[in-house]
C-alpha cells in the first residue's frame, strides 16, 4: 500500500476546509460572531479534543519526557539542524520582501553552521550576531495584503488559518525541504514539535486558567501572526467606538 504524501494529505485537507467555510458561510444571528472564525461550531470541538486529550494525553507526557530523558546539548543540537533546514526559505521569502539585509544573515547562517557547524548541530553564525529569523511564505502573503483568512484548529495540532496553512505547503517546496524523503521529514517535524510543546510549559497555567481557553488561544494566535508580519512593530488599531469616544472627548476638551 502506498503511504500518501502528507502534501498530498494537506491539498486534500485545505481543500475540503475551504468547502465547509464556503457551505457555512450564510450571515450569522449572532452579532458578536467572530469574523476570522466562520468555522467556529467545527473549531471548537477539534480545541477540545486537540487541548483536552491529544494535548494531555499524548504531546505534554511525550515533549515532558524528551525535555528529562534527552541530554540538553543533544536536544539543542537536534533542534538546530532542524532549524537550518528552513535556512533557504527565509533567504527566499526575505528576497521576496526586498529584506535583502536579512536574506543576507539567513544566507550567511545556512553557509557557515551547514559546514563548520556540522550540518547545523552547532549554531557558530550566533556567535558573529548573526540571529535566526525564520520568515515564512505566509508572511509573504501578510506583508502584501493578503488576509489571515478563516481560523482553523487541526486536530491534535492546534490552532492555525488558510493562508498559514497555504504557506507552509508552499515552504516545503523549497530546497532542501523538498528533496527530504517522507519518513526522514516526520522525524524533522517530530523533533520541532517536541521542542515547541516543550516551550509551551510556561503558558499551560494562562491557558487553563483562562475563562474560554478557545477564544483566548484564538486572540494570541491572530495577535502572534500580525506581530511576524510587521516583524514585531504592528501598527495599533482603534476600532471604531473607541475612535468615536475619542472624538467626542476632544470636541468636548475644545
Do not use: H
Not at 458561510?25 to 470541538?45: G, H, V
Not at 533546514?85 to 545556512?110: C, M, W, Y
Not at 502572534?224 to 514585531?232: E, I, P, Q, R, S
Request: charged share 20%.
Amino acid at each position: 500500500m502506498k503511504i500518501p504524501s502528507e502534501k498530498s494529505i494537506l491539498i486534500v485537507f485545505i481543500v475540503g476546509l475551504l468547502a465547509i467555510s464556503g457551505c457555512s458561510s450564510t450571515p450569522s444571528n449572532n452579532a458578536y460572531a467572530d469574523p476570522k472564525d466562520p468555522l467556529e461550531s467545527i473549531n471548537r470541538p477539534f480545541w477540545t479534543f486537540t487541548w483536552d486529550y491529544a494535548d494531555k494525553y499524548v504531546a505534554r507526557p511525550a515533549s515532558s519526557a524528551y525535555a528529562e530523558y534527552v541530554p540538553t546539548d543533544l536536544r539543542t543540537g537536534v533542534y538546530n539542524m532542524a532549524l537550518n533546514l528552513n535556512e533557504p526559505s527565509a533567504i527566499i521569502n526575505n528576497l521576496l520582501q526586498a529584506k535583502f539585509s536579512d536574506a543576507a544573515v539567513s544566507t550567511g547562517r545556512f553557509l557557515l553552521n551547514s559546514t563548520i557547524g556540522l550540518f547545523g548541530f552547532f549554531d557558530p553564525a550566533s556567535d558573529f550576531g548573526w540571529a535566526r529569523k525564520q520568515e515564512e511564505f505566509g508572511e509573504v502573503l501578510g506583508s502584501y495584503g493578503v488576509g489571515d483568512g478563516p481560523y482553523l484548529v487541526v486536530p491534535g495540532l492546534g490552532p492555525s488559518s488558510v493562508r498559514e496553512e497555504v504557506g507552509d505547503y508552499v515552504d516545503k517546496y523549497y530546497w532542501p525541504l523538498a528533496a527530504i524523503d517522507f519518513w526522514p521529514n516526520i522525524v524533522r517535524m517530530a523533533v520541532v514539535g517536541l521542542e515547541q510543546r516543550a516551550s509551551l510549559s510556561q503558558q499551560e497555567k494562562l491557558i487553563d486558567e483562562s475563562i474560554d481557553s478557545y477564544e483566548f488561544v484564538k486572540n494570541a494566535y491572530f495577535q502572534n501572526l500580525k506581530f511576524k508580519v510587521y516583524d514585531g512593530n504592528p501598527p495599533i488599531e482603534v476600532n471604531a467606538a473607541d475612535e468615536a469616544e475619542l472624538e467626542a472627548y476632544l470636541d468636548e476638551i475644545d
